[in-house]
């Protein structure tokens, strides 16, 4: 056998292995050679590089002209590639095992899942496990359980929290039980939003999540909450905008003289943003037509039981759609701005896109947000570095200090792509994935799609039901 074919066999047996969860290490021992590597340490491209992997980590980058590998060693030719750190989509909610695997395949090598939906938040910590064992094949996952809300609980599934004791227990839990981090939701109080913070700062957990409408939302910010999940927050509890969408009046503009102070209160409290246009965008095409979700290349791939919740809860179905459309227009053309003044002000932005809500494929959506941020007036490289060198520094900064990844520099983790072209020249490249790394593991994008879903069961599906029904 030739090297090549011995290592894709490898690979593809060790893929299998994983698949089925029944082998313990996940760790590799190979070189990708001749490769170009973008390492996102500061926008460069450096050509005919060798990358060297084991132990789950990345050993060496060096000039092909002057390495020298041992024979032995397993060598990946890289000819013509391109090389990029693993994306990040660092705010999901996972709804199933297949949902690791489409991430993968779409080269999100870390997720964050923010809980809520019903989620099993123990089943999530099993996954967690079993991928840092290499016993699964996954992006890493960092999770909380049941999003904390005040009372009652606006947010589906979350728990509603009355009194300062009641937080301070629920924040308790979650660090019992392992969760990394407390999600908080809109309606939580004053008093329940202190002790949530003061608490978790006990725990050393960090606080991330929709940002509290029932006091000002600079204090939230100046009070502890590490990370806004999306920049819509801004829009309903800093720009005034309409909350409801029923008798909405027609005349808003934000007040952008209210800029200035929030940028300098995001910046003097370490406090990081997640852009999230995609979903905006998203509800945008749905608007359109449905049929740009349901005849998404992408759709087969999706869980049954996730398209039926796209089916049951998708926003078309609002009775006061005309307003809503008018209101999503106004957020989105402030997202986009903010997104841009974020951004110039050097605030910590990072990729979140709430897959998989309706519209949002698990995975893909990581390239629509890609997109999306371009569209805003970011470069292709910075719009790269918010899906990959800033989750890095977002996951040192607030979740695991040691955690070295979104580069390409030894000592990282060996998380990264092979892509058949420039993602400098063209962000939409990012998707053009020939191989995923993860941990040092080193799977084909093919044998990936093979192993997820299952097109057949996707194929049963009645399309027609999958249509909107008006009455609702
Ligand atoms: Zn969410």
């Known amino acids: 056998m030739s090297d090549l074919k011995r290592s894709r066999f490898r690979h593809a047996l060790l893929l299998l292995l994983l698949v089925l969860s029944q082998v313990s290490s996940a760790s590799d021992n190979f070189a990708i050679v001749n490769i170009n590597v973008i390492p996102m340490d500061e926008e460069r491209l450096l050509e005919h590089q060798v990358v060297v992997v084991s132990g789950g980590v990345i050993q060496s980058v060096s000039d092909v002209a002057a390495t020298s590998l041992p024979a032995d060693l397993l060598q990946i030719p890289g000819e013509g590639r391109y090389l990029v750190p693993g994306l990040a989509d660092l705010h999901v909610h996972l709804r199933n095992a297949d949902e690791l695997l489409s991430n993968l395949a779409w080269g999100v090598t870390t997720v964050m899942h923010l809980g809520g939906s019903g989620g099993p938040g123990e089943e999530i910590l099993s996954f967690r496990e079993e991928i840092r064992n290499g016993s699964r094949l996954g992006p890493t996952i960092y999770a909380t359980d049941r999003i904390l809300d005040g009372d009652p609980a606006i947010a589906t599934g979350a728990l509603s929290l009355g009194t300062a004791d009641e937080a301070k227990t629920a924040v308790r839990n979650l660090k019992e039980q392992g969760f ?7 309606n939580v109080s004053l008093p329940v939003f202190t002790a949530i913070v003061d608490e978790a700062k006990l725990q050393g957990l960090p606080v991330f999540g929709h940002i509290p409408r029932n006091f000002d939302a600079l204090q939230a910010l100046q009070l502890g909450q590490d990370a806004v999940v999306h920049t819509e ?29 929030l940028l300098t209160v995001l910046a003097e409290n370490n406090v990081a943003v997640m852009p999230d246009l995609s979903f905006t965008f998203t509800n945008m095409l749905m608007w359109d ?6 005849n998404d290349a992408e759709f087969p791939f999706l869980h049954p039981d996730t398209a039926s919740m796209w089916q049951a809860g998708n926003l078309n179905r609002r009775d006061d759609l005309e307003n809503f459309i008018v209101r999503e227009q106004w957020k989105y053309a402030l997202m986009q701005t903010l997104t841009i003044a974020f951004q110039k002000a050097g605030i910590l932005q990072v990729i979140g896109t709430d897959a998989s809500l309706p519209g949002l494929f698990p995975g893909k959506a990581v390239h629509r947000e890609l997109t999306e941020l371009v569209k805003a007036g970011l470069s292709n490289y910075e719009a790269l570095a918010i899906g990959t060198r800033n989750a890095g520094a977002f996951i040192e900064r607030y979740l695991d200090a040691d955690a070295r990844l979104g580069q390409i520099r030894p000592g990282f983790r060996a998380d990264f792509l092979i892509l058949r072209d420039n993602p400098l020249e063209d962000v939409r490249n990012a998707r053009l994935i020939d191989a995923v790394v993860t941990h040092g593991v080193y799977t084909d994008k093919a044998e990936l799609d093979a192993h997820r879903g299952d097109k057949d069961r996707a194929a049963e599906l009645d399309r027609k039901a999958l249509e909107v029904d008006p009455g609702h």
Do not use: C, H, Q
């Open 289 to 294: 037509s449905l049929d740009n979700v349901w």
């Open 180 to 186: 990394d981090f407390v999600k908080i939701y809109n």
């Open 233 to 261: 927050e801004f829009f309903f509890a800093y720009f005034e905008g309409p909350r409801s969408t029923r008798n909405m009046s027609r005349d808003y503009a934000p007040d952008l003289n209210k800029l200035p102070a």
